[in-house]
Protein backbone atom coordinates (compact mmCIF):
# COMPACT_ATOMS: atom_id res chain seq x y z
CA UNK A 1 0.00 0.00 0.00
CA UNK A 2 1.30 3.97 -0.70
CA UNK A 3 -0.18 7.28 1.01
CA UNK A 4 -2.27 9.45 -1.56
CA UNK A 5 -4.70 11.73 -1.71
CA UNK A 6 -8.12 10.13 -2.40
CA UNK A 7 -11.16 12.04 -3.77
CA UNK A 8 -14.43 10.42 -4.71
CA UNK A 9 -17.84 11.06 -5.41
CA UNK A 10 -20.52 8.35 -4.30
CA UNK A 11 -24.09 9.81 -4.18
CA UNK A 12 -23.74 12.72 -4.56
CA UNK A 13 -21.33 13.13 -1.90
CA UNK A 14 -17.92 14.61 -2.47
CA UNK A 15 -15.03 13.65 -0.55
CA UNK A 16 -10.96 14.43 0.21
CA UNK A 17 -9.29 12.28 2.40
CA UNK A 18 -5.36 10.47 2.87
CA UNK A 19 -5.86 7.21 2.56
CA UNK A 20 -3.32 3.65 2.11
CA UNK A 21 -3.98 2.78 -1.56
CA UNK A 22 -2.94 -0.68 -3.17
CA UNK A 23 -0.89 -0.26 -6.46
CA UNK A 24 -2.68 -2.64 -8.34
CA UNK A 25 -5.02 0.19 -8.80
CA UNK A 26 -2.58 2.30 -10.69
CA UNK A 27 -3.80 3.31 -13.87
CA UNK A 28 -2.28 2.47 -17.17
CA UNK A 29 1.30 3.91 -18.14
CA UNK A 30 3.99 2.62 -19.41
CA UNK A 31 6.56 4.24 -16.22
CA UNK A 32 5.96 4.03 -12.77
CA UNK A 33 7.34 6.93 -10.78
CA UNK A 34 8.28 7.01 -6.87
CA UNK A 35 7.03 10.50 -6.21
CA UNK A 36 9.43 12.50 -3.91
CA UNK A 37 7.62 15.74 -4.12
CA UNK A 38 4.29 17.41 -5.03
CA UNK A 39 2.82 20.61 -5.25
CA UNK A 40 -0.47 22.39 -3.89
CA UNK A 41 -1.37 24.27 -6.94
CA UNK A 42 -4.95 26.75 -7.86
CA UNK A 43 -6.71 23.74 -9.75
CA UNK A 44 -5.44 21.25 -6.83
CA UNK A 45 -7.47 23.30 -4.67
CA UNK A 46 -10.30 23.04 -6.86
CA UNK A 47 -10.49 19.55 -7.04
CA UNK A 48 -9.84 19.17 -3.52
CA UNK A 49 -12.36 21.08 -2.18
CA UNK A 50 -14.51 20.43 -5.36
CA UNK A 51 -15.51 23.92 -5.76
CA UNK A 52 -15.17 23.81 -9.53
CA UNK A 53 -15.53 20.76 -11.70
CA UNK A 54 -12.07 19.96 -12.25
CA UNK A 55 -11.66 16.05 -11.74
CA UNK A 56 -13.44 14.87 -14.79
CA UNK A 57 -13.73 11.06 -13.53
CA UNK A 58 -13.61 9.14 -10.05
CA UNK A 59 -11.81 7.98 -7.78
CA UNK A 60 -9.31 10.80 -8.33
CA UNK A 61 -5.40 11.12 -6.95
CA UNK A 62 -5.40 14.62 -7.16
CA UNK A 63 -1.70 16.82 -8.17
CA UNK A 64 -1.30 17.92 -11.85
CA UNK A 65 2.58 17.69 -11.11
CA UNK A 66 5.11 15.64 -9.40
CA UNK A 67 8.94 15.15 -9.26
CA UNK A 68 10.35 11.49 -8.55
CA UNK A 69 12.53 8.76 -9.48
CA UNK A 70 11.59 6.09 -12.22
CA UNK A 71 10.79 2.31 -10.31
CA UNK A 72 9.99 1.08 -13.40
CA UNK A 73 10.18 1.87 -17.06
CA UNK A 74 9.02 -0.35 -20.36
CA UNK A 75 9.19 3.52 -22.77
CA UNK A 76 12.68 4.06 -24.27
CA UNK A 77 13.14 7.26 -22.81
CA UNK A 78 13.48 6.02 -19.61
CA UNK A 79 14.88 3.33 -17.41
CA UNK A 80 14.71 2.89 -13.34
CA UNK A 81 16.81 5.33 -11.41
CA UNK A 82 16.07 8.32 -13.66
CA UNK A 83 15.20 11.51 -12.32
CA UNK A 84 11.70 13.15 -13.66
CA UNK A 85 9.49 15.93 -13.76
CA UNK A 86 5.66 15.54 -15.21
CA UNK A 87 3.78 19.07 -15.60
CA UNK A 88 0.10 19.10 -16.82
CA UNK A 89 -1.45 16.37 -19.21
CA UNK A 90 -4.83 16.54 -17.54
CA UNK A 91 -2.66 14.62 -14.80
CA UNK A 92 -4.98 15.06 -11.60
CA UNK A 93 -8.36 15.57 -13.51
CA UNK A 94 -8.66 12.69 -15.87
CA UNK A 95 -5.40 10.54 -14.71
CA UNK A 96 -4.55 9.82 -10.95
CA UNK A 97 -1.69 12.73 -10.35
CA UNK A 98 1.08 13.59 -7.71
CA UNK A 99 -0.19 13.61 -4.54
CA UNK A 100 0.52 10.40 -3.80
CA UNK A 101 3.73 8.39 -3.42
CA UNK A 102 3.52 6.68 -6.79
CA UNK A 103 2.40 7.68 -9.81
CA UNK A 104 2.00 5.80 -13.41
CA UNK A 105 2.30 7.72 -16.20
CA UNK A 106 2.63 7.71 -19.88
CA UNK A 107 6.38 8.57 -20.30
CA UNK A 108 5.74 10.96 -23.47
CA UNK A 109 4.45 13.34 -20.48
CA UNK A 110 7.60 12.94 -18.76
CA UNK A 111 10.75 15.29 -18.91
CA UNK A 112 14.10 14.65 -17.25
CA UNK A 113 14.92 16.63 -14.19
CA UNK A 114 17.18 19.70 -15.28
CA UNK A 115 20.19 20.03 -13.28
CA UNK A 116 21.01 21.76 -11.21
CA UNK A 117 17.43 21.33 -9.60
CA UNK A 118 16.42 18.97 -6.87
CA UNK A 119 13.81 16.80 -6.94
CA UNK A 120 12.74 19.39 -4.31
CA UNK A 121 13.95 22.21 -6.20
CA UNK A 122 11.71 21.45 -9.10
CA UNK A 123 8.62 21.22 -7.33
CA UNK A 124 9.51 24.73 -5.68
CA UNK A 125 9.20 25.57 -9.35
CA UNK A 126 6.40 23.46 -10.45
CA UNK A 127 3.61 23.49 -13.17
CA UNK A 128 3.19 27.28 -11.57
CA UNK A 129 6.70 28.22 -12.39
CA UNK A 130 7.12 25.99 -15.58
CA UNK A 131 3.96 28.63 -16.32
CA UNK A 132 5.67 31.39 -15.85
CA UNK A 133 8.52 30.88 -18.12
CA UNK A 134 6.10 29.95 -20.60
CA UNK A 135 4.28 33.55 -20.38
CA UNK A 136 8.03 34.97 -20.00
CA UNK A 137 9.10 33.03 -23.63
CA UNK A 138 5.95 34.54 -25.31
CA UNK A 139 6.57 37.92 -23.97
CA UNK A 140 10.37 37.24 -25.97
CA UNK A 141 8.98 35.97 -28.91
CA UNK A 142 6.57 39.08 -29.38
CA UNK A 143 9.60 41.18 -29.58
CA UNK A 144 9.02 42.86 -25.28
CA UNK A 145 12.59 43.01 -23.94
CA UNK A 146 13.94 45.35 -21.12
CA UNK A 147 14.36 47.84 -23.25
CA UNK A 148 10.51 48.08 -24.74
CA UNK A 149 10.11 49.13 -21.48
CA UNK A 150 7.75 48.65 -18.10
CA UNK A 151 6.45 45.24 -17.61
CA UNK A 152 3.53 44.30 -14.78
CA UNK A 153 2.90 41.02 -13.09
CA UNK A 154 -1.05 40.64 -11.85
CA UNK A 155 -1.57 38.00 -8.62
CA UNK A 156 1.96 38.67 -7.99
CA UNK A 157 2.05 37.02 -4.61
CA UNK A 158 1.28 33.52 -5.83
CA UNK A 159 3.16 30.95 -7.37
CA UNK A 160 2.80 32.05 -11.29
CA UNK A 161 3.32 35.23 -10.26
CA UNK A 162 6.38 34.97 -7.62
CA UNK A 163 8.04 33.30 -10.19
CA UNK A 164 7.42 35.53 -13.02
CA UNK A 165 8.23 38.59 -11.06
CA UNK A 166 11.49 36.79 -10.13
CA UNK A 167 12.54 35.80 -13.68
CA UNK A 168 12.17 38.99 -15.50
CA UNK A 169 13.79 41.16 -12.83
CA UNK A 170 16.53 38.65 -13.01
CA UNK A 171 16.51 39.18 -17.21
CA UNK A 172 16.80 43.20 -16.33
CA UNK A 173 12.83 43.95 -16.92
CA UNK A 174 11.63 46.99 -14.40
CA UNK A 175 8.56 44.78 -12.73
CA UNK A 176 5.27 46.07 -11.24
CA UNK A 177 3.88 43.76 -8.85
CA UNK A 178 0.45 43.68 -8.45
CA UNK A 179 -1.23 42.35 -4.91
CA UNK A 180 -4.26 42.63 -2.76
CA UNK A 181 -1.60 41.81 0.05
CA UNK A 182 -0.29 44.77 1.22
CA UNK A 183 1.88 42.95 3.80
CA UNK A 184 3.91 41.09 0.59
CA UNK A 185 5.53 44.25 -0.43
CA UNK A 186 8.85 43.00 1.02
CA UNK A 187 8.40 39.97 -0.45
CA UNK A 188 7.68 40.80 -3.54
CA UNK A 189 10.49 43.60 -3.67
CA UNK A 190 12.88 40.92 -2.60
CA UNK A 191 12.04 38.85 -5.58
CA UNK A 192 12.69 41.94 -7.71
CA UNK A 193 9.70 44.18 -8.00
CA UNK A 194 10.64 47.90 -8.26
CA UNK A 195 6.70 48.85 -7.88
CA UNK A 196 4.20 47.19 -6.09
CA UNK A 197 0.45 47.88 -7.00
CA UNK A 198 -2.78 47.34 -5.33
CA UNK A 199 -4.70 45.28 -7.11
CA UNK A 200 -8.21 47.08 -6.51
CA UNK A 201 -6.82 49.46 -8.94
CA UNK A 202 -7.19 46.88 -11.56
CA UNK A 203 -10.02 44.99 -10.41
CA UNK A 204 -13.03 47.43 -10.71
CA UNK A 205 -14.32 48.32 -14.31
CA UNK A 206 -11.96 51.00 -16.91
CA UNK A 207 -11.73 52.94 -19.68
CA UNK A 208 -11.93 50.48 -23.31
CA UNK A 209 -8.23 52.66 -23.21
CA UNK A 210 -6.00 54.27 -20.64
CA UNK A 211 -2.90 55.89 -20.13
CA UNK A 212 -0.21 53.32 -21.91
CA UNK A 213 2.05 52.15 -19.03
CA UNK A 214 3.55 48.71 -19.70
CA UNK A 215 5.37 47.25 -22.60
CA UNK A 216 4.52 43.46 -21.49
CA UNK A 217 1.95 41.98 -18.90
CA UNK A 218 1.85 38.58 -17.22
CA UNK A 219 -1.68 38.00 -16.00
CA UNK A 220 -3.22 35.29 -14.24
CA UNK A 221 -6.19 36.92 -12.86
CA UNK A 222 -8.34 37.45 -16.10
CA UNK A 223 -11.82 39.47 -15.77
CA UNK A 224 -11.53 42.90 -15.65
CA UNK A 225 -8.07 43.10 -14.49
CA UNK A 226 -6.88 41.73 -17.59
CA UNK A 227 -9.05 43.94 -19.45
CA UNK A 228 -7.75 46.79 -17.64
CA UNK A 229 -3.85 45.53 -17.92
CA UNK A 230 -4.79 45.56 -22.39
CA UNK A 231 -6.07 48.98 -22.25
CA UNK A 232 -3.24 50.48 -20.71
CA UNK A 233 -0.60 48.55 -22.47
CA UNK A 234 1.99 50.70 -24.49
CA UNK A 235 1.93 50.38 -28.62
CA UNK A 236 2.49 46.76 -29.77
CA UNK A 237 3.13 45.96 -26.13
CA UNK A 238 2.26 41.88 -25.68
CA UNK A 239 0.09 40.54 -22.66
CA UNK A 240 0.69 36.62 -21.43
CA UNK A 241 -2.41 35.58 -20.18
CA UNK A 242 -2.27 32.41 -18.31
CA UNK A 243 -5.08 32.32 -15.63
CA UNK A 244 -8.21 32.90 -14.41
CA UNK A 245 -8.30 33.47 -10.68
CA UNK A 246 -10.91 36.23 -10.56
CA UNK A 247 -13.32 34.53 -13.22
CA UNK A 248 -13.25 33.61 -16.91
CA UNK A 249 -14.73 36.78 -18.92
CA UNK A 250 -13.17 39.25 -20.16
CA UNK A 251 -15.05 42.50 -20.23
CA UNK A 252 -13.00 44.29 -22.88
CA UNK A 253 -13.59 46.14 -26.31
CA UNK A 254 -10.97 45.56 -29.18
CA UNK A 255 -9.69 49.21 -28.86
CA UNK A 256 -6.87 47.84 -27.25
CA UNK A 257 -5.99 45.38 -29.70
CA UNK A 258 -6.81 47.26 -33.45
CA UNK A 259 -5.77 50.78 -32.27
CA UNK A 260 -2.41 49.92 -30.41
CA UNK A 261 -1.80 46.64 -32.02
CA UNK A 262 -1.96 45.17 -28.58
CA UNK A 263 -0.99 41.26 -28.53
CA UNK A 264 -2.97 38.83 -25.97
CA UNK A 265 -1.09 35.66 -26.04
CA UNK A 266 -2.94 32.82 -24.57
CA UNK A 267 -0.53 30.11 -22.22
CA UNK A 268 -1.59 26.46 -21.93
CA UNK A 269 1.04 24.57 -19.88
CA UNK A 270 -1.52 21.34 -19.83
CA UNK A 271 -0.92 20.68 -23.19
CA UNK A 272 2.52 22.83 -24.27
CA UNK A 273 4.39 20.20 -26.68
CA UNK A 274 7.49 18.98 -25.17
CA UNK A 275 9.90 20.43 -26.90
CA UNK A 276 8.02 23.77 -25.76
CA UNK A 277 8.37 22.00 -21.67
CA UNK A 278 11.86 21.11 -22.17
CA UNK A 279 13.15 24.72 -23.29
CA UNK A 280 11.36 26.27 -20.61
CA UNK A 281 12.35 24.14 -18.26
CA UNK A 282 16.23 24.75 -19.32
CA UNK A 283 15.52 28.43 -19.43
CA UNK A 284 14.42 28.06 -15.46
CA UNK A 285 17.94 26.68 -15.04
CA UNK A 286 19.32 29.68 -16.05
CA UNK A 287 17.10 32.20 -15.72
CA UNK A 288 15.79 31.84 -12.22
CA UNK A 289 17.78 32.39 -9.10
CA UNK A 290 17.72 28.79 -7.47
CA UNK A 291 18.54 30.59 -3.76
CA UNK A 292 15.44 32.46 -4.53
CA UNK A 293 13.32 29.36 -4.49
CA UNK A 294 13.13 29.16 -0.39
CA UNK A 295 11.31 32.61 -0.08
CA UNK A 296 9.16 31.09 -2.50
CA UNK A 297 8.62 27.78 -0.99
CA UNK A 298 6.93 25.99 2.17
CA UNK A 299 7.04 22.73 2.47
CA UNK A 300 4.26 20.50 4.07
CA UNK A 301 2.87 16.83 3.90
CA UNK A 302 -0.11 15.54 2.68
CA UNK A 303 -2.33 15.99 5.33
CA UNK A 304 -1.78 19.82 5.43
CA UNK A 305 -2.38 20.03 2.03
CA UNK A 306 -6.29 19.33 2.65
CA UNK A 307 -5.78 21.94 5.10
CA UNK A 308 -4.36 24.80 2.71
CA UNK A 309 -6.54 24.02 -0.10
CA UNK A 310 -8.98 26.63 0.87
CA UNK A 311 -7.21 28.70 1.94
CA UNK A 312 -5.17 28.97 -1.59
CA UNK A 313 -8.77 29.44 -3.16
CA UNK A 314 -9.07 32.82 -0.62
CA UNK A 315 -5.51 34.05 -1.72
CA UNK A 316 -4.31 33.45 1.42
CA UNK A 317 -1.32 31.08 0.51
CA UNK A 318 2.08 32.94 -0.95
CA UNK A 319 4.38 31.65 -3.47
CA UNK A 320 4.76 27.82 -3.59
CA UNK A 321 3.53 24.78 -1.70
CA UNK A 322 5.53 21.96 -2.14
CA UNK A 323 4.58 18.67 -0.49
CA UNK A 324 6.60 15.84 0.83
CA UNK A 325 5.14 13.03 -0.42
CA UNK A 326 8.50 10.20 -0.09
CA UNK A 327 7.81 7.30 1.74
Known sequence: MFQGIWIDKE??????GVRGIDPQQLPDGDVTVRVACSTLNYKDALAITGKS???????????IDFAGVVETSSHP?????DSVVLNGWGVGEKHWGGLAQLARVQGDWLVPLQPPFT??????????????MLCVMA???HGVTPSSGPVVVTGAAGGVG????????????????????????????????????DRAALGAPGKPLAREQWAGAVDVVGGHTLANVCAAMRYRGTVAACGLAS??????????FILRGVTLAGIDSVMAPRAERIEAWQRLARDLDPALLDALTQEVGLADVLRLAPEMLDGKVRGRVVVAVRA
Request: charged share 20%.
Open 11 to 16: DGQYTA
Open 139 to 141: LER
Open 247 to 256: GMDFPATVAP
Open 77 to 81: DYKPG
Open 119 to 132: LRQAMGIGTAGYTA
Open 53 to 63: PVVRQFPMVPG
Open 162 to 197: SVAVAVLAKLGYEVSAVTGRADQADYLKGLGARHIL
